[in-house]
């Protein structure tokens, strides 16, 4: 018999009964030191970070909640003994695994009554409404990493710096050294609590010492007056009146803004520093909101960290001169009619990236389940951004309407505009923000407008940080775009981490589900960038596939370049996996040899069968006249012979094997009589393994009349491609 599930309000109450129990605040201690705190030796690794993914840990929304409950009576500090802490923890489990059953009610509902119903529409959907969403937006994943939140805080609130100093005594860039200074307290303190309880008995046991401090401590510890250290510890220390509107799940928690605890005398404690650097990022501006004379800046202010944010790091990537702020797009020269607006446009060749920022937030209605609200807050954080970015996509393609900056200087295109990539990015913690895209949002992709991609600030801080170049984020946005809702994950910096692995291509698959800990490269890496950590920089994979390469050359030289034709090429090459670059690698480094001794053109060709496509290098010092037409020629006949649908050539220079043009054919295939009669003259194209024996010195072994045609037709050779007369 099927155990019924409880109601979450009962749950809830119960463990507001535990969360006040004598000395709880043990039990707390031990979950965040146990599921929170990553401890290593001499450099940060994925097998360190390991307990972070694990299903059995407490999540921080988890133990915030237990924190803002325990807050809400005065706290009793006296330390349990062992069995009254172990019944407190496995209790705490114990409630929380139900907590997570009934919120998980409403989906498995939604999905008995379509098992019901098998003549339901298939486009059926367990998550449609908000009531099946609030599970994923509880439990969703963390949206940025603690050092974003701290370091971003200097720039979100860099315009209100006056009102902070006035109003609470302290600056931006204060508030962000007494964070930084009692997170390396705590680390230290931490360490020092974990050994001094090798020489106590067991009853004494206890790690709650280890997140408590006082605001001489930091003082020290920061350098900063001890005036601006109080003030800025003291506007994140969590009310005395306790938190007492926190009655049901989704109320407010004021100790998620105020995560600081005040114990007796100078003592605080914190027990999770990342909500400290969380309430770092949003509460002041709630502050500042509270202040009817200064609610409309701070809201402006707000709206201009985003833009900007955004806007300078695309342009770290793609250099201020393809990097476009408040864009103004306008119906005629005569710039009487707006048609739209663009926070930042990048153009590159034929291809331009549309960002739409927003600052706003999923409201306390939402969470708890009102439908409306919930549609409502996504309208206003993503799908208008969206909605938005296609309006403007749509301008830009047809190409007729002009396009100024902010200053009023008019852009233009150096090529025809033929692909758009929108990017929605909202400025705070959106929670579950992938998965509600995935739901929620209403847009058809074309050929020209592809998949918007939304997300939040920290995955495009992310995101810039490690794809770093033109080529390298343009691939990704299409890639992206391409796997679209084929890929489930929790949030993007798991796309993203895959993708540095090993390309974000689904190849033969039309679904593949990520789990969180495939982002443990981007994380450790953005720890040993960002913090200082002790780790690997750069994670495993792509990154480094083309290092030193003939390829890698090549799309370094695209990197510098804008011809359509060349970037296409350049996106095609960072889609090959590793063998496959490597083969092509040394085709070209071979050519190249050979065209500079021999002073005669070489070529090479080779068709990737997965993406339906292929890639022709020539390599030549023949005038572009001629080795242009040469070029699309080859092209042309490889690209019908294969059937496939795209199909990019490259010109390169002797001696250095620098680019010299590149071309893109685009068009779908279809049966010609000419082709026919070319391509048959042609010889069979060369089988990779045989080309790899002689690349590796070995001869070449010739195919037998009867053996299979090397293009892969299915016929014999003496059938498709042996020339007349024996063996090529």
Known sequence: MEAVVRSEQDIFNDLATLCVSAGYAHAIAYFCFRDHVVGYSDALEGADYAKLFSFERLIRTEISTLIGLMVRA?????????????????????LLRELHDALNEPVKTELQKAF??????????????????????????????????????????????????????????????????????????LLETLKGMKGLPLE???????????????????????????????????????????????????????????????????????????????TPFYWMNGDKAYAAAAMTNRGVFTEEFCAARLERVFGPNRTFRNVDIW?????????????????????????????KKLTLAARKGNDLQLQSDFKAAVQDACDQAITCSKYLLTGASVLADSSGKEINPTYTLKTAHPVCVVSDHYPALTFQAQQLLTFNPTDKIKQPLVCDVFFIDVVTEFLETPLRLLSYLELRARAASNISLS????????????????????????????SVDVDIAMAARRDGVNGEKNPRGILTYFKGTAIGRIIEDIEKRS????????????????????DLSRMVE????????????????????????????????????????????????????????????????????????????????????????AVAKMPAPTPIKAIRKILNGKRQEKTGRNDPCPCRSGLKYKNCHLPKGGFH
């Open 74 to 94: 005065p706290r009793d500090l006296t330390t349990p003994d062992i069995k009254t802490l172990e019944s407190y923890i496995a209790r705490t489990e114990t």
């Open 116 to 189: 019901a119903d098998p003549d339901r529409n298939n486009e059926f959907n367990p998550f449609a409404n908000a009531a099946a969403l609030r599970e994923p937006i509880f439990y969703g994943a963390e949206s940025a990493y603690s050092f974003q939140y701290r370091d971003l805080s200097v720039e979100k609130y860099a315009r209100d710096k006056e009102w902070l100093r006035k109003q609470k005594g302290f600056t931006p860039e204060d508030a962000r050294r007494v964070v930084a200074a009692l997170c390396e307290f705590l680390n230290d303190k």
């Open 204 to 282: 004494k046991w206890s790690v709650l010492n280890g997140f408590q401090f006082t605001v001489t401590d930091i003082t020290a510890k920061s350098g900063l007056p001890e005036a601006t250290v109080k003030a800025a510890i003291d506007a994140f220390t969590c009310p005395e009146d306790g938190n007492s509107a926190f009655t049901s799940l989704n109320d407010f928690n004021a100790a998620n803004a105020f995560p600081i605890l005040k114990v007796d005398g100078d003592n605080h404690i914190l027990l999770l520093y990342v909500s400290l650097t969380e309430a770092l990022y949003e």
């Open 331 to 359: 119906e005629n020269s005569a710039r009487k009619k707006k048609l739209g607006e663009i926070d930042a446009l990048v153009l590159i060749g034929d291809r331009a990236v549309v960002v739409q920022a927003k600052s």
């Open 491 to 518: 949030h993007e910096i798991v796309a993203l981490g895959y993708h540095l692995r090993q390309n974000l291509w689904l190849g033969d698959y039309n679904f593949m589900a990520l789990d969180d800990d495939i």
């Open 563 to 582: 011809e359509p034709g060349a970037i296409a090429a350049g996106l095609e090459l960072l889609k090959l996996s590793g063998k496959s670059a490597n």
């Open 590 to 677: 071979k050519i190249t040899v050979d065209a500079t001794r021999e002073g005669k053109p070489h070529d090479a060709t080779m068709a990737i069968g997965e993406a339906g496509s292929g890639v022709t290098v020539h390599c030549n010092a023949l005038p572009e006249k001629v080795a242009g037409p040469k070029l699309k020629r080859h092209c042309e006949l490889r690209k019908y012979g294969t059937r496939a649908n795209i199909w990019f050539g490259l010109a390169i220079r002797p001696l250095d094997g620098a680019v010299r043009f590149g071309l893109t054919l685009d068009y779908p295939w279809k049966q010609q009589a000419d082709f026919d009669a």
